[in-house]
């Protein structure tokens, strides 16, 4: 089971990873042990690999800053769902092989502490008796994801993913 981490809209890059902890500025520092630091010292100490993060529209608002998705990944995030994703952090973590959903119905539906289950495979997240269907991102994204990142989907195809 996971753990739901519930964030309101207008999550910024800055507030999962303030700036003073990037990895150019602290290269002896894993930019996971960093995740929401400030913002949500609870999520710091707490959160653990499998969780979920279920946000509020425009998550990932801010600057383009790549470590921000990264350190939700290392954290071991298992998926993001919210009804918007700041356009770069969105193609940040498909590139780094974050899984989001955009979900707006299912955000409201879910509350901080929910034990869930997420199917990656079947694009599902049980809660309790009751499943919901998680919308599927565009092919090209869903293969990235898929692969653990563009760099894996590059070495196991070749090249970059046809998009339609």
Do not use: K
């Given at each position: ?5 519930k ?10 990873v303030?700036?003073?902890f ?17 913002a949500?010292?609870?999520f710091n100490r707490e959160a653990?690999?499998?969780?979920v ?10 600057s383009?800053?790549?470590y ?5 990944k ?5 998926a993001?769902?919210?009804?918007s ?5 969105f193609?940040n973590?498909v590139?780094?092989g ?7 119905d299912?955000?409201h ?7 869930v ?10 809660h ?10 565009p092919?090209?994204?869903r293969?990235?994801?898929e ?8 070495r196991e ?8």
């Open positions: 089971m996971s753990r739901i981490w964030f309101g809209a207008d999550v910024d890059t800055d507030q999962m303030p700036g003073r990037a990895p150019y500025m602290r290269p002896d520092h894993d930019v996971a042990d960093a995740a929401f630091i400030e949500r010292p609870d653990v690999a499998g969780d993060i279920v946000a509020g529209a425009n998550f990932g608002c801010g383009s800053r790549e921000a998705p990264l350190a939700l290392r954290r071991g995030i298992a993001i769902i919210a009804p994703f700041a356009r770069i952090f193609r973590a590139n780094l974050l899984p989001l959903f955009v979900a707006s299912l955000v539906q879910l509350h901080e502490g929910d034990q289950t997420v199917d990656l495979n079947d694009y599902q997240l049980i309790g008796e009751r499943s919901f269907a998680l919308p599927p991102l092919d090209f994204a293969a990235i994801v692969a653990g990142g563009i760099v894996n989907y590059v195809h070749g090249g970059f993913p046809e998009v339609a």
